[in-house]
């Protein structure tokens, strides 16, 4: 989840509100602690650390405005499910790439 955001703020336009559900309450709680932290040691503790300067660096440059957004993880979201879906697939098929 976290490559997909960064790849969709990748395409967003300059100067955007990007409104972002997830179920995943650590990724937001990675990517909220990134943003209000300066000092490269307390990034670095966290997984995803590269990622995660990216999202914030990308965010800052293109001025976006980041709202994270909790869902249940078992909700009745359609778009929540096709995607639980299409990763549950891919993670038995090995299609999934891991970012070190």
């Not at 395409?11 to 490269?40: C, F, G, L």
């Not at 670095?44 to 999202?55: A, E, F, G, Y």
């Not at 639980?84 to 038995?92: A, F, G, P, S």
């Amino acid at each position: 989840e976290l490559v997909a955001i960064l790849i969709a703020l990748l395409v967003v336009p300059k100067e955007m509100a990007v409104d972002v559900y997830t179920n995943s309450a650590a990724m937001i709680q990675a990517i909220k602690k990134t943003q209000m932290t300066n000092k490269a040691n307390e990034v670095l503790k966290t997984k995803n650390t590269s990622i995660l300067k990216r999202v914030k660096k990308l965010q800052n440059i293109k001025e976006l405005k980041l709202h994270l957004h909790k869902i249940k993880s078992h909700s009745k979201i359609e778009a929540n499910n096709i995607v639980n879906k299409l990763t549950k697939k891919d993670i038995i098929n090995n299609k999934i790439i891991k970012v070190k």
